[in-house]
């Protein structure tokens, strides 16, 4: 550094700087300046105005140091002091150490020693480190995230391996974008004729004959979102096998990605085959009866038990009739069953008489499920053998009612001691006829006509029991 053609460090003495400036040189070039003998007593004072944050400390004038030091910095500033004393020291030193002050606040400083023109007095400027400490304090923390991150992600990554090899079905997943092969399980490589290192991140098209990528790609991806297609048949280019791919589209990072189950043809049909067996034997030997009808209830199918129960001689005997026919309350029976397994999806344990084609009846249950567009599958199981076990006096529930709850049966047992017999059988009546009413009302969706000629009673006889039950206005009439 040149000032006016002189060098101005190295002239023989000092460099021209006077006391004023000299002062304000050490107070800037340092965040805290200490002046202080030999012994460790505080000379002098001075922190930066450029870093208000370690506020005025005035109080340590002629003051131990060592009363403003952590006690694991006191054998670096006693090592210090005891070579000055001994004037061993010929070098300038640096030490780190911690200060305290009024007890609560601690922050670290580095300072350098040096000496002055008094043997007895010491110059110490020190570097404020607390901006060093804390970005070190926000590394280690996130150190420590991006361990446990990992962590993390070897566990899933763990997880994820266990189920790709532990599933017998192939899957592969793909990139939509690039079309690439992101991984996939041994399943896959055997069933592609490839090895699981060599197939991953080559182009999925490729393992299959006559297949464009943007095409194939896009039609992988239509399939996905079509329930009623769901799948793409391909040729394995390798094996030269069918093969059915059943993708399943989902996002990863912002990323497509396609996750493709893929069967051989063969596998699939054969297992859609040996259900359609089963289900015919079931339909052909089952032990209920089994009806399929359209929307309306008309009779498009049914199998030998229903015969068998109707007194039928063959199909075409029942076949193109209402199925309301057969049973014993007619069309009342068939547009409750319709109209609850219509909104619900399915109808469970309904009760009623079944007439054969000669009169006779029997007692079913019956169970309805919607079968879509096509209309109904009805199952009826003869019930009438439990009527032989049955105490006397009792009957089938007529549409299967719900139990006595447990309020009402104990209000009944509470009159048990405080009432006569007679009136004790009077409350349990009403307590089953109400749930009767509530039944036969909630079955026919509030149709009172259709509950009257369920529970067997007039239209009348329904209004006077619904007016005594309360129940006459909780719904509007349905009829």
């Not at 050490?26 to 030999?38: G, P, R």
Request: charged share 25%; glycine share 8%.
């Amino acid at each position: 550094m040149n000032t006016r053609g002189s060098d101005f460090w190295d002239q023989p003495s000092a460099p021209p700087i006077g006391p004023e400036q000299f002062n304000e040189i050490v107070t800037t070039a340092a965040d805290l300046a200490i002046v202080l003998d030999t012994e460790g007593t505080v000379k002098s004072v001075i922190t930066n105005p450029l870093n208000p944050t370690l506020g005025r400390l005035d109080h340590w004038k002629d003051r131990d140091i060592r009363e403003f030091m952590a006690e694991d910095s006191l054998a670096k500033l006693e090592t210090q002091l005891e070579a000055y004393r001994e004037g061993h020291k010929a070098k300038v030193d640096a030490i780190e150490v911690n200060h305290y002050d009024n007890a609560n606040w601690e922050f670290p400083i580095r300072y350098t020693l040096h000496k002055t023109g008094n043997p007895d007095i010491i110059l110490m400027l020190g570097r404020d480190l607390r901006p060093i400490a804390e970005l070190q304090h926000r590394l280690v923390k996130a150190q420590l995230a991006l361990e446990k991150d990992y962590e993390t992600h070897r566990d899933y990554e763990t997880r994820y391996r266990v189920i790709m090899e532990a599933s017998r079905d192939a899957f592969v997943l793909v990139d939509v974008a690039s079309g690439r092969v992101l991984d996939l399980n041994t399943s896959a490589a055997q069933l592609l004729g490839g090895e699981t290192d060599a197939l991953a991140g080559s182009a999925f098209t490729q393992e299959f004959e006559g297949r464009r990528r943007g095409e194939f790609i896009e039609g992988l991806v239509i399939a996905a979102g079509d329930e009623a297609l769901g799948h793409v048949s391909v040729r394995s280019r390798r094996t030269k096998k069918d093969v059915v791919i059943h993708p399943v589209v989902f996002r990863a990072a912002g990323d497509k990605i396609l996750l493709c189950r893929i069967e051989a043809s063969e596998t699939a049909e054969a297992m859609a085959a040996d259900l359609s067996r089963t289900l015919s034997a079931l339909y052909r030997e089952g032990p209920d009866a089994i009806v399929f009808t359209d929307s309306h209830g008309i009779i498009r199918s049914a199998n030998d038990a229903f015969l068998s129960l109707t007194d039928a001689g063959q199909l075409s005997d029942v076949k193109g009739k209402s199925l309301g026919d057969f049973l014993a309350r007619g069309s009342v029976d068939l547009k409750v069953l319709i109209d609850n397994a219509g909104r619900n999806g399915k109808m469970r344990l309904y009760s009623t008489r079944l007439e054969g084609a000669f009169g006779s009846q029997l007692t079913v249950e019956l169970s309805a499920t919607l079968m879509g567009s096509s209309g109904f599958a009805f199952v009826l199981r003869d019930t009438s053998r439990l009527e032989v076990i049955r105490e006397p006096g009792t009957a089938p529930p007529a549409a299967g009612p719900a139990p006595m709850s447990d309020d009402a049966m104990r209000n009944v047992m509470d009159l048990v001691g405080s009432a006569p017999l007679k009136d004790i059988v009077s409350a349990t009546t009403d307590v089953v006829e109400k749930m009767c009413i509530e039944t036969a009302v909630e079955l026919t969706n509030n149709n009172r006509v259709a509950a009257a000629e369920m529970l067997g009673l007039s239209r009348q006889s329904l209004y006077v029991k619904l007016r005594k039950y309360g129940l006459l206005n909780k719904n509007d009439p349905g009829e």
